[in-house]
């Protein structure tokens, strides 16, 4: 691994405390416990304007904590994403894009070759310096291969799966979902973890939300501090919820599935406040990418104000709801305007463990402890990817788009829409418009739904123009991109037989390899 | 005035203290404080969601009080829903609608002729009954002619205008509108009440709210309970603010509006706490139609996740913010899901006087005591009317559209536009469309956006038909239309010699009277 250089606070005392120089009750760095939900969009929650109101726990967080308006994802795709989250780098960085066709967005299925590369550094991995022990529950989508598997990326113990919990397949020309624990598979989605397609029923939230509490009362046992990753996908379609929470949401499936996890947000909070540990535990809850309107109404959700969803860089694909909570120091009921990213997640974990961010490379997370601490606020672009393409940047409160696009006119005429019911004349496009020479731009305070580009002619465009384009200039000169890592696929390499197979009898046998250039249609 | 039935409570006690046999200090009834906004949008509020959470006092007002996510006007535009909410009835009984063209909108420009019909109860009217004092601070709207005056219909005082605050105007074809004090006029806008469209400058909130604390003061001193309008308009194009809050908002000119109210209302409920009769006085914000989104996005504000805006009868026109406090009586932090009207408030108030409503007459408002106190829920429809055309109505979680229609393809193609960037197939049509065989329904918990109607051969489809049937033909079978008010237009009625004129010197000769259809183009 590369050197990651030191920062000065809680490491040092946790060198002297592993110097057995600390005495038992020395301070201790925070718990980290980052809940990242699955197509969950900025306006599913009450506090975000959701008129049913069915998230009490989560409005009551962040009357308790910190609310981002205005915290984006790093891709409006899933795997791009996380591994945004887990490494601090965008995507193009990171190698979680595909060259196969320009501007195309591109994830882990099972097909997929590529994965999480081992040069890159994965938050656990660094934490463990630290003296964490980490865990990821749910969702890891970083590559289901052997080598991109989550214990060798830095995770102590894993509960869940590496892809989404599409599904059932007839195990023939497509295995179904292995669910893993630690090492290995003990079943598979739709077999073992049965999800009712038709009733929505599936206790896998329940599930995931013992793991979580009973991983955070061993490490409290244990007095080690701890990072959880809670990457849960019930809002990810087929959407699912258990029997108590079936039928119980005045939004239908998709609320239903809001509504548990809301109830298990509630639990995992009030265990750290039960525990009192409440106040030596950071807790940031945040989104994947939009809610999938595609999805919509029954299984997707909503993106509020906002234009489009899922699949897009317009507002309503990478907006997320954001919710930092580290009661007696985040101050209570407090929102912070401050543009924040996912990225941002590995900044301030390393922040939060006296870690400076890994210094060979670019990072491109922000550490959000002076926003969220002391209520400063930092100048920083976020940038808008669509695969290999750098499709739009907000500065501010201006958003330039560069390129306008949302799916193709075939896929469109097809029924597959990504902006329901919104139209925006030269913006929501169905082929790929380039405005790189004269952007798009909307003020997002004035036009939160990107309806009203501003004038060529105005002064206020061309002084936007005049701050928007060195920062891109900068960022396009200097950007080295990532090996691909999601072009290739190749259906020998689904999950046919994942470690543990032979216990359960649950081995099938891969086809032949044949690897050919995957095919991203949108 | 017809009998009003006698109710039990508070109006007993009056009697008595009227008697002279209540001692000082015997109770009073809560004083009333509505507190109404102008195109003031659902999404504008922190509380719903509003993205640069600049409404902290509003905000604050709901922590403390009751959010009613589903409450609606009674019309999608001003004067036909102040005249429901002052009358408790609808446009089409209270004659606030026009017959001249189907399903149009109208308002009372200065040309109009007609205004609030002397047989209907306004609201003050009958409170006078239970001794309140009653005060309109801002925009009337219900007709400005001298039959019409505030001051002939129940209010004791008034301050602001007869119309909305457009000019300025050449006092040749067209007056300027006038300002009263009680019942006369003390300038005009753009005159001595300037209002800069420039700069956007103008202090009428200030004079509002000036207006609004002196009240306050003055019948708290006297001991006597109040019923206090508060229909201020500073978020109506041409929006407005003070000196002090130009420029502040993140949203432009009309987010600086939206922050001196918020302000406004601040001191003003911070005034009936100082006074220590905040556990004595009911306020209720909202506003009277939905945000006018032709004015977006310098002038106009948000409707969150709803379609449309102002003018149409989607969500977007007529769903409301509406917070309801009333500290010690009002439990704090709640939300009713309960369906509200603007309507309500004339009932809910009256309850409060320990007033029963007219029985002489159907009454459309419901008491909102039992759901604000109680938290109880009444099944009740909401009707949504565009002129003399009942358009859709709304039963539990289900919508059905009898006629649909946005504005025409001329006024469209002209750039008129009540759905910026929205655009649902068959539902935002240009024509109008007939439903009423086969109504268009939505489930607005699922669906709030109104983009995917109910399939015509679903079971849910038909289930929810066959309870919306019988509600609709009882409404329409037992429905008496008041007499139309908005028919016709006369330039010689314009505001050309208000009385208290001839002290201004500010007389203007009205032209021939020259009677006409009024036009009303959407």
Not at 103 to 108: C, F, G, I, K, P
Not at 303 to 329: S, V
Request: aromatic share 10%.
């Amino acid at each position: 691994m590369a050197p990651v250089a030191a920062a000065t606070g809680w490491r040092l005392l946790l060198v002297l405390s592993a110097a057995g120089l600390g005495a038992a009750g020395a301070p201790q760095p925070p718990n980290i416990l980052l809940l990242l939900m699955d197509d969950m969009g900025w306006g599913d929650l009450g506090i975000y304007g959701e008129p049913s109101r069915e998230t009490p726990n989560l409005d009551r967080m962040a009357a308790e904590g910190m609310l981002f308006p205005s915290f984006y994802s790093a891709n409006p795709l899933c795997s791009p994403s996380r591994a945004a989250l887990l490494t601090g780098r965008l995507p193009i960085r990171n190698g979680f894009y595909t060259t196969n066709r320009h501007a195309r967005n591109a994830y882990t299925p099972q097909e997929i070759v590529g994965g999480i590369p081992d040069q890159e550094h994965v938050l656990p991995e660094l934490l463990k310096e630290a003296g964490y022990v980490s865990k990821i529950v749910g969702k890891w989508h970083l590559g289901h291969r052997p080598q991109f598997h989550p214990l060798k990326h830095g995770f102590d113990e894993w509960f869940g799966s590496p892809n989404c919990h599409f599904g059932p397949y007839d195990n023939r020309a497509r295995p179904n979902i292995p669910v893993y624990r630690d090492w290995e598979m003990v079943g598979r989605y739709y077999e073992e973890f049965p999800i009712n397609l038709k009733t929505g029923e599936a206790n896998l939230t329940q599930v995931y939300l013992q793991e979580a509490l009973d991983f955070i009362k061993r490490q409290q046992a244990a007095q080690r501090p701890f990072f959880l990753y809670w990457a849960i996908d019930a809002t990810h379609a087929p959407v699912y919820a258990s029997r108590p929470f079936l039928g119980t949401s005045q939004r239908g499936r998709y609320g239903d599935a809001v509504r548990e996890i809301d109830n298990s947000v509630g639990k995992i909070l009030s265990l750290l406040q039960d525990l009192r540990i409440s106040e030596n535990t950071f807790v940031f809850f945040t989104s994947d990418n939009g809610a999938a309107l595609i999805s919509a109404p029954n299984q997707g959700g909503s993106n509020g104000p906002f234009l489009c969803g899922k699949q897009t860089t317009f507002e309503g694909g990478m907006r997320e709801p954001a919710i930092a909570w580290w009661p007696g120091r985040i101050p209570a009921g407090r929102v912070s305007h401050q543009l924040g990213s996912i990225m941002d997640l590995f900044t301030t974990s390393l922040s939060l463990a006296g870690l400076a961010p890994p210094s060979d490379r670019v990072i491109d997370g922000l550490d959000l402890l002076p926003a969220m601490l002391g209520g400063q606020l930092t100048d920083r672009p976020i940038f808008y990817y669509r695969g290999d393409t750098l499709m739009a940047v907000t500065l501010g409160q201006y958003k330039a788009h560069f390129w306008t696009w949302t799916n193709s006119w075939e896929e469109f005429r097809q029924g597959i829409d990504f902006c329901p019911g919104q139209n925006v004349s030269g913006v929501t496009t169905h082929t790929q418009e380039e405005h790189t020479k004269l952007p798009l731009i909307f003020h997002l305070g004035r036009d939160p739904g990107e309806r009203f580009p501003l004038s060529f002619a105005s002064t206020e465009y061309l002084d936007v123009l005049q701050r928007v384009t060195p920062v891109v200039q900068q960022h396009q000169k200097t950007l080295v991109p990532g090996q691909p890592q999601l072009n290739v696929c190749d259906r020998a390499v689904m999950n046919w037989a994942p470690p543990g197979c032979e216990k359960l009898g649950k081995c099938l046998t891969p086809p032949e390899s044949t690897p050919k250039k995957c095919s991203w249609p949108h």
